[in-house]
């Protein structure tokens, strides 16, 4: 039987935007009273912008839980591409920058 939204692109696309998405309600929820780049300039002058992207890709998790328990083991590994993908770039972020 052929699963709807069981391709590596979806999985991908969804564990890209998981984490931009919570890095949003953070922001809402926590610094909404500033703007966003005084955020972002707020996250990199204190040297947070690494961890505390590191915390928005555990959202990824739930994601990839979903696509596991609903049986579309293709959408999985694009968002465990997606995680990789995180993981290269906060490595950069934290000890090459």
Known sequence: MKRNFDHPLIGLACGI???VLTFYIYYLYNYHFMGLVRF???LTMGNIFGPTLSLCVISNLA???IFI???RMKSARGVLLSTFL???LIAYIK???
């Open 69 to 71: 328990y609903t049986e």
């Open 17 to 19: 935007l998981a984490p």
């Open 95 to 97: 000890y090459i920058r």
């Open 86 to 88: 995180y993981a290269a």
């Open 40 to 42: 972002f300039q707020y």
């Open 63 to 65: 994601v990839f839980f």
